[in-house]
């Protein structure tokens, strides 16, 4: 029973994170879809909804941390993103609304996710993983002209209220860190650094080539696939060994080898291996703080992001600096890992339940 409950939990805060991210896209695109004639509109909403829905992650996290309450705090991410659906009309008000629901499902979602196993990176690949999907499904709807809010407004509906009644497992308990935190700023800044480093590069990447859709969709699902099953490999086989190895292998690839598909493909699958170790060694530093510290990450997503957006766009799209931008990425998570490792990870029996997916 608490092994199909856990399946049940995952399956449906995932389900969600694909189609909340899917209609946040559709009604972002559907908005400034008619204004494409004028660029400002369009990057003045974007950047709205992007520092509404990533920057004030913390916000909600410690929010929602305090509240002890993801189902619920989920529930009402959902309920607001199905609220923006129906408000086209109201562009500002459908980007604003869409940011703070996305935002808040986020934050609760991410939380539900590192404590339905504590310590685990699978559970928080996996909610993660679908986002991306959900995103360049929406994106393409959006852009299409055939927005129609009643569809997402029932699914989103349908699983806020599955989130709400689905059995939730016992909760377990969480490690406390010891107490010498001579460490504690270095790995947590190291971290943030690497996530930042990856973000950047990913909105660097010139990549003529997406505009071809089935090579878009299977680059968009390099990325699923990369978060879904890095959690997982790095569980079986060490956080240090895929999370790190997943970058050093990806690195020739994203940097050197933009112009051929298939090698950055493949590089993105790796690059994307260690997102859900950051997150659930994040987790680990903040004890009872998880979904803060998801939303540390999403904070550092958008800032890592700003740099392409500006005019230093030019240089960071250069092999040299995504090369570069990648090597001290590899360094950050190398150093945050095994300094969190050697001084804040307890040794022992794990207390998190054991699945046949963490099963050696």
Known sequence: MPEKTLLFNISAYSLAHALVDAACAAVLFAIVSPARSDPQSLFQFILIYDVIAFATQPVFGLLVDQSKTPPQAAALGILLV???TLMLGMPLLAVVTAGIGNAVFHVAGGRASLELAPGKAFLPGVFVAPGALGLTIGIMVGKSGGFTAWPFFILLLALAVVI???????ALPIPSLPANLRWFEAVILLLLLSVAIRSLVGQSLILPWKSDPSLLLALTWSVV?????????ADRYGWVTVAVSGLV???????FFTPVPALVILGTFLFN???????????GMLPGKSAFAFGLT????????LPAFMPLHALTGE???????????????YGGLRLYQRHFHAPGPPLQRETQFTKK
């Not at 709400?164 to 016992?170: F, M, S, T, V, Y």
């Not at 696939?225 to 490999?233: A, E, Q, R, V």
């Not at 292998?249 to 940097?255: D, E, N, Q, V, Y």
Request: one cysteine or more; charged letters at 5%; proline letters at 8%.
């Open 164 to 170: 709400l009644i689905i059995p939730r497992p016992a």
């Open 249 to 255: 292998i990806s690195l020739p690839m994203l940097a």
């Open 298 to 305: 999403a904070l550092a997503l958008i800032i890592g992001a």
């Open 319 to 333: 092999p040299g600096f995504i090369f570069i931008a990648i090597l001290v990425s590899i360094a950050a998570l």
């Open 273 to 283: 291996l260690s997102m859900p170790v950051t997150l659930v060694c994040l987790a």
């Open 225 to 233: 696939l990369g978060k879904g099953l890095g959690g997982i490999l």
């Open 82 to 84: 199905a609220a923006s």
